[in-house]
Each structure stands twice: as structure tokens, then as C-alpha cells.
């Protein structure tokens, strides 16, 4: 069973564009969530998204968005980039919906977004 | 917010030891926890999860253990191994509603096993 797959594994952008972030979720599961890690904030959570609605949100500006697709692929968009987006942002897949009391959360490779 | 947090940002070990990973976590209302390892160039990757209705629960060479009264979780890795070099996260799932996609990590210790 194939894993998660992020696309691309790295990115170099200049401040002030837009980029655009894939994940493919493990076959079968309808939760994407979004995190983004850096070395002074760690892992901070973005948003998840659920049958192609956003059904959590973390404390991030509304320069970061993402989407779902019928298919359960994410995408997540940070526009007007700044220096200090720079991170490596993980998307992990779980099926959703607590089965026995859990949900385990399976992550990406993560992309490498640097800004400069 | 309320977050978790961990005590040991780092933590060097022989092969063959024993090593104990700890996690302090403030939110009373979690219910749910998990260990994550993350290598260098690698997203997280599941060790081992428990739920607030247990207090230990062993995999394989893994034993993670949580104590509610004093909101303390850690793992324990049995033989240590040179493999086993990586930063443990420990995570936990707030109960109730629909925040199940959301966790909350801690900040990671960076474990070390010298041959």
C-alpha cells in the first residue's frame, strides 16, 4: 500500500509570490491534515480537511488555504509568501473517524519550502 | 493554548541500553496519544499510540506509559540501537467532536545511540 505522497520535495520562492503544495493521501483515507514545522516553533498545526471540507483550523493567517478533492488529495496554498514561511510542511492522512478510540495520523516526506 | 511539551531536549545512550523518553502534556482533555520518530530528510513516522483509558501499552521493543494524576507520558525503547538515532515527538488528540485530524506535538527529543 503506497504512502503518503507530497509533491514537490523542495521549493525555493522569492517573497511576495504564491506556492502551491499536493499531498495524496493512503488509499482509503478521507482525512488530510497540514502541518508546518520549523526549528524555533516545531509542529504547529495548519488545517485538516475531510471529505473535501476544512473541518479543523489552526492559528495561521489567512495567507494559508488549502483544499480537498473528491479524489481525497489536498493541496495547500500560502500566498504572498514571507521570509519567515519558510519550513518544511508535513501532510498527514488518517481515515477521519475514530475507530476504537483512535485515529493514527500518517505522514508525508513533507516539502522543503524556502523563501528568499 | 495548552500544549505538550517535553523535559529532555536531548538524550545519548550506549547500544544495548535501555532508553526512556519523557512528555509532560497540560491538556487534561486529551484522550488520545501518540510517539512519533522523525529521521533526518523523513516526515514523522507512528511508533506506538495509547488511550486515556490505559496506562501502558508495549509494542515491539516500545513501551509507552501514561500517568493521568500527574499528565506525564514517555517511552520506553528496549536494546537501543544505532537505528534507533532520531527525534521522538509525542502528540496527543484533544477528545470529543471532530477534532480528531488536529494533534498537538511536543517539541522532540533528539535521541542519540552511540555503537
Known amino acids: 500500500k503506497a504512502g503518503v505522497t507530497q509533491t514537490p520535495r523542495y521549493l525555493i520562492k522569492t517573497r511576495g509570490q504564491q506556492v502551491t503544495l499536493s499531498c495524496s493521501p493512503i488509499s482509503g483515507h478521507r482525512s488530510v491534515s497540514w502541518y508546518q514545522q520549523t526549528p524555533g516553533q516545531g509542529l504547529q498545526f495548519l488545517f485538516e480537511y475531510f471529505s473535501e471540507t476544512q473541518r479543523n483550523k489552526g492559528n495561521f493567517p489567512g495567507r494559508f488555504s488549502g483544499r480537498q478533492f473528491s479524489n481525497s488529495r489536498s493541496e495547500m496554498n500560502v500566498s504572498t509568501l514571507e521570509l519567515g514561511d519558510s519550513a518544511l510542511y508535513l501532510c498527514?492522512?488518517?481515515?477521519?473517524?475514530?475507530?476504537?478510540?483512535?485515529?493514527?495520523?500518517?505522514f508525508g516526506a513533507g516539502t522543503r519550502l524556502s523563501v528568499l | 493554548g495548552e500544549s505538550v511539551g517535553l523535559h529532555l531536549p536531548t538524550l545519548s545512550v550506549q547500544e544495548g541500553d535501555n532508553s526512556i523518553i519523557n512528555c509532560a502534556y497540560s491538556n487534561s482533555a486529551s484522550d488520545y496519544f501518540i510517539w512519533y520518530k522523525q529521521e533526518s530528510g523523513k516526515g514523522p513516522q507512528f511508533i506506538i499510540d495509547?488511550?486515556?483509558?490505559?496506562d501502558k501499552r508495549q509494542g515491539q521493543r516500545v513501551t509507552v506509559l501514561l500517568n493521568k494524576t500527574v499528565k506525564h507520558l514517555s517511552l520506553q525503547i528496549a536494546a537501543t540501537q544505532p537505528g534507533d538515532s532520531a527525534v521522538y515527538f509525542c502528540a496527543e488528540n484533544p477528545r470529543g467532536g471532530t477534532s480528531y485530524g488536529k494533534l498537538t506535538f511536543g517539541q522532540g527529543t533528539i535521541l542519540t545511540v552511540h555503537p
Open positions: 495509547i488511550r486515556s483509558n490505559m
Open positions: 498527514a492522512s488518517s481515515m477521519g473517524q475514530v475507530s476504537g478510540g483512535k485515529n493514527i495520523q500518517y
